[in-house]
């Protein structure tokens, strides 16, 4: 499986950004998917997780109410939109599939990663 993520960059704080994750290689829409963050100096973290059909989200509280997961399986592609963005938001964003419906907060269970995008929002 591939995970290809797109739409990251430098925002000022307040502003919105939709990251992309485009998948290949296997049925997609039999995966969990998730994204993951990593700020420098600090351990990778769990953002936002979805199930395979959609029906069921998860999100870390720190993005609670600002960040929204969704997902297109026509298009194999993952979304991550990021609203009301913070400084404390900066940070290397990774998307990530488990191999069964469910996603996962813990990495190991996460089977694919993508290279990650950078966020940067400026204070």
């Known amino acids: 499986v591939q995970l290809v993520e797109s739409g990251g960059g430098l925002v000022e704080a307040g502003g919105s950004l939709r990251l992309s994750c485009a998948a290949s290689?296997?049925?997609?829409?039999?995966?969990?998917m998730s994204w993951f963050r990593q700020a420098p100096g600090k351990e990778r973290e769990f953002v936002a997780g979805?199930?395979?059909?959609?029906?069921?989200?998860s999100y870390a509280d720190s993005v609670k109410g600002r960040f929204t997961i969704s997902r297109d399986n026509a298009a194999n592609t993952v979304y991550l939109q990021m609203e009301s963005l913070k400084p404390e938001d900066t940070a290397v964003y990774y998307c990530?599939?488990?191999?069964?419906?469910?996603?996962?907060?813990?990495?190991?269970?996460?089977?694919?990663w993508g290279q990650g995008t950078q966020v940067t929002v400026s204070s």
């Open positions: 990530a599939a488990t191999i069964y419906q469910w996603y996962s907060r813990i990495e190991f269970n996460n089977a694919y």
């Open positions: 979805i199930t395979s059909s959609g029906s069921g989200t």
């Open positions: 290689g296997r049925t997609f829409s039999n995966s969990g």
